[in-house]
């Protein structure tokens, strides 16, 4: 009990006559007392009933002080609040609904005692005192009230409110209901055995402002939240749901419950809400706290911005003449209730001639309709009392509509009547007392039913009082519309349903939302602009991931949404357009018999074949001529044949390719051509031997007419052969699908497999060519009018010249230019042979015939 006493003893030396508040450098004092009776008195007001109820509820709030100093004043003072006073009407009116129904606690009457209450922990302290007392005078643990049979205890709107009085009600064992945002700190059942909290769970509040945050894009947003238990909570919550959507808190600026401040400290003009970018800014606390003190002192200096918060913090403010104020266009999250159409019939028949004994509406009547109050009967005149209507305040003082903490009153006042009711039909006992109010009923024994009781309300709401059934809240989205002279308005643009799937739990009606001034479209809040389709973000080296740069995708890769992470690559068979966006369907190409090249060299082929094929015939048809004869029939036809294959093995290389042809690409190229090459290299070697060889019985001469220089031929074609095996059995060619040498296209070409293999068979090829070169080069001034040899230099001379060139224009090209390049060789190289061997002695045997006789024997017969 000395801990109790002490509490008290520093309460009462917070007292003063006039009740003053200090906030920082500015001492608030409600001068408004100074016109009418004791504060003490009108503190409070009581109405008898059998059974009553007690509310503990804040009726002042901070406000612009408009009324007495002009609308254009930034001045702020205490006084009397006509929408906190819509509390108390909420309960008077959900009590004279009881006390009328028939069906509900017949015969029993209730009252109600409502005590002005803040947040400041002194001034609560003496209400609850007064109250648990009974008297105007402050005497601790005694109670006067041996004959107020009271049913149970509403507090609010705030936790702070609900906890201080909380630890006093629980020493007398009253119910205690609670109409603030539900709080864990009260739900401890040990701490508050017999403490109820009316409203729903709010633990979706951040993930539903999240997901406006979402819809509109919005990923650059700032904080204020009140520095209280309260605040840290949302916040975390609130911190962690926009992690989850990438949004990024600008700043994050926690304002004391009681802090101090003035217009010219920099807190005000250096605030992070003056220097970042942010447009959207999210607002939580309530109207006790200095949250909505501190804007009502930055109202003409604030930037626009987008405010998104609750209804527990009073957005409005000063009533401006003509302008738009900053908080117009402001986004409240509300929770849903249904409407009370009989409450608004109701107001507009509250005036202080039919209740004359409330002395807060003696005192509403006083500041907004002129009507005086007595000093010493708290009443007001009877001359102006009857004038005058409630719903002729501006909106920014008095809403008609029921209010969140008003409904949740309405809903405590019905709690209450149906757990006596069901108390009363249980015959609970009851100890008698000696009075004529009936029962007496002991507050602990209402405990159980507060706390497990569930009824339809009025207007058909199932309400659950039992904690752990309670549901998340559902929240209205309401648009703030203050325009100047208090002709502010709510208008109803969304909700946010927590228990609908995913996609369905927020719904906005984006056309009917009022931004902030000169503003029609949604407005922007984001750190870096989006990146458009075809640019990935890159994030900015020491700042938040919502502040990044674009760049563009990679080669063949694409983001086809905005504000990709990493751009994706395209699929094998697609390719990224120019604007890197989406993935287009690749071409198969490759050099094909249709294309205009393709068939080009085609025609090349078979014409060079044809041609082959007849200086073959020509050839067969005058095999005894003497020029034949002096040329080596054997090895002429040979060369002809494999001349034939070596026009036909390029036929391979065009059209799709597939294994076998790349396998017999290489196999018939690198067989033909040895052929060709070692065949020129036999017939040189002949015509050298003729020619030198000439003395009768040397061992030389019997090489040429045995004819050894043939067998040069099987020899370096074995060896061209084993390569090629050695080639298909390690690394064969094989088919390819290559992506990038043509944009947009898939190139069908033949991999050669191993590269090593195939360089040494061209190599090899190489070398036979450059030895036939040599000794054709060697023999080209042999003394004859039938110079074979000068033909064979020239015609090696023209081989060697095309594969030599071929080489760094091969390395040059890519896709079905090189294989054209490789098949232009083939045809150049064997045209070549033909040409300069055979079209000489073709020209002979068909147009100069008289040269081809006697005269060439000599030839032949050395040959």
């Not at 008290?8 to 500015?26: D, I, M, Q």
């Not at 890769?557 to 094998?572: A, L, R």
């Amino acid at each position: 009990m000395v801990t109790f006493m002490n509490v008290v003893t520093l309460a009462f030396e917070h007292r003063c006559s006039e009740v003053k508040f200090h906030l920082g450098e500015f001492l608030l004092c409600r001068a408004s007392r100074k016109q009418r009776c004791i504060a003490t008195v009108a503190d409070n007001i009581w109405k008898d009933g059998d059974m009553l109820i007690s509310v503990f509820l804040p009726m002042y709030s901070y406000l612009t002080s408009q009324h007495t100093r002009g609308p254009d004043s930034t001045d702020i003072i205490n006084e009397l609040h006509p929408n906190k006073y819509q509390h108390v009407l909420a309960l008077v009116f959900a009590i004279e609904e009881i006390n009328r129904n028939p069906h509900l606690l017949p015969n029993i009457s209730i009252g109600y005692s409502v005590y002005n209450s803040e947040a400041n922990f002194a001034k609560t302290l003496l209400s609850t005192i007064k109250y648990l007392t009974g008297m105007d005078k402050d005497i601790p643990n005694y109670t006067f009230k041996k004959d107020m049979n009271t049913l149970a205890v509403i507090t609010g709107t705030t936790w702070e409110i609900s906890y201080q009085i909380g630890i006093f009600l629980v020493l007398y064992k009253y119910p205690q209901l609670t109409i603030g945002p539900i709080d864990p700190m009260l739900s401890d059942d040990i701490k508050f055995p017999s403490l109820c909290q009316m409203a729903p769970k709010d633990t979706t509040l951040a993930r539903g402002m999240v997901s406006l945050m979402v819809h509109f894009k919005w990923t650059w947003v700032g904080l204020v939240i009140s520095e209280n238990e309260k605040g840290i909570r949302f916040l975390s919550d609130l911190r962690r749901e926009m992690e989850k959507n990438n949004v990024c808190a600008a700043f994050v600026q926690m304002i004391r419950v009681n802090f101090t401040f003035h217009l010219n400290d920099s807190f005000i003009y250096h605030s992070p809400i003056m220097r970042e970018t942010a447009n959207v800014v999210i607002v939580f606390g309530d109207t006790e706290s200095s949250v909505g003190t501190v804007f009502m002192q930055w109202e003409h200096i604030l930037p626009w911005k987008v405010w998104i918060t609750t209804s527990q913090w009073d957005v409005t403010s000063s009533m401006r003449h003509f302008i738009l104020d900053s908080f117009h266009g402001t986004l409240i999250f509300s929770q849903h209730h249904p409407d009370i159409s009989a409450f608004k019939d109701f107001i507009k028949n509250v005036k202080p001639s039919n209740n004359p004994d409330d002395a807060f509406l003696s005192e509403i009547w006083n500041l907004y309709f002129n009507c005086p109050v007595s000093e010493y009967s708290c009443k007001t005149r009877k001359n102006c009392s009857s004038k005058g209507s409630l719903a002729l305040l501006p909106w920014d003082r008095f809403d008609l509509k029921l209010s969140e903490g008003s409904y949740h009153i309405y809903n405590a006042v019905y709690a209450v009547a149906h757990s006596l009711h069901e108390m009363l039909l249980k015959d609970v006992d009851m100890k008698p007392v000696d009075s004529n109010k009936g029962q007496f009923i002991y507050p602990w024994q209402l405990h159980r039913f507060v706390k497990s009781i569930q009824f339809n309300n009025p207007v058909g709401e199932r309400i659950d009082m039992r904690q752990r059934e309670k549901s998340d809240a559902q929240y209205d989205i309401l648009n703030f519309w203050n325009f100047p002279q208090g002709l502010g308005h709510k208008v109803h643009v969304g909700t946010y349903v927590p228990h609908s799937p995913h996609d369905e739990q927020l719904s906005l009606s984006e056309n009917i939302i009022e931004w902030g001034t000169g503003v029609k479209q949604t407005p922007i809040s984001v750190c870096s602009i989006s990146c458009s389709p075809g640019f990935r973000k890159f994030p900015q080296e020491n700042k938040a991931a919502c502040c990044f740069d674009c760049n563009p995708c990679f080669e063949n890769e694409i983001s086809n949404q905005t504000d990709m992470d990493q751009c994706v690559k395209c699929p094998g068979d697609q390719y990224a357009n120019k604007e890197k966006n989406h993935c287009l369907k690749r071409t198969v190409t490759f050099l094909a018999f249709e294309d205009p090249l393709g068939m080009a060299l085609a025609f090349l082929a078979l014409c060079f074949s044809v041609l082959t094929a007849l200086v073959f015939w020509v050839f067969l048809k005058h095999h005894d001529t003497p020029i034949v004869k002096a040329n080596n029939r054997t090895l002429s036809y040979t060369l002809l044949i494999s001349l034939i294959f070596c026009f036909l093995c390029s036929l391979l290389f065009i059209g799709h390719p597939n294994t076998a042809t790349c396998i017999m690409q290489q196999i018939i190229f690198g067989f033909a051509f040895t052929v060709s090459v070692t065949t020129v290299l036999s017939k040189t070697i002949t015509v050298v031997l003729a020619f030198k060889i000439t003395t009768p019985g040397r061992r030389m001469r019997g090489l040429l007419v045995s004819g050894a220089p043939n067998y040069i031929i099987p020899v370096c074609t074995l060896i061209q052969i084993i390569l090629c095996g050695f080639w298909l059995g390690t690394s064969p060619p094989f088919v390819e699908r290559d992506l990038h040498t043509e944009y947009g296209h898939i190139l069908i070409i033949c991999n050669k497999g191993s590269v090593i293999a195939f360089y040494c068979a061209l190599g090899y090829l190489g070398s036979l060519a450059l030895v036939s070169f040599t000794v054709a080069f060697l023999a080209r001034n042999l003394p004859d009018t039938f110079n074979e040899a000068k033909y064979l230099t020239f015609s090696m001379l023209v081989f060697c010249s095309v594969w030599v060139t071929f080489l760094p224009v091969y390395h040059s090209t890519k896709g079905k230019v090189m294989v054209s390049v490789e098949v232009f060789s083939i045809l150049a190289s064997s045209a070549g042979l033909l040409v300069c061997i055979f079209f000489p002695k073709c020209y002979i045997i068909l147009r100069k015939p008289d040269i081809n006789s006697n005269v060439c024997k000599k030839n032949s017969m050395q040959l």
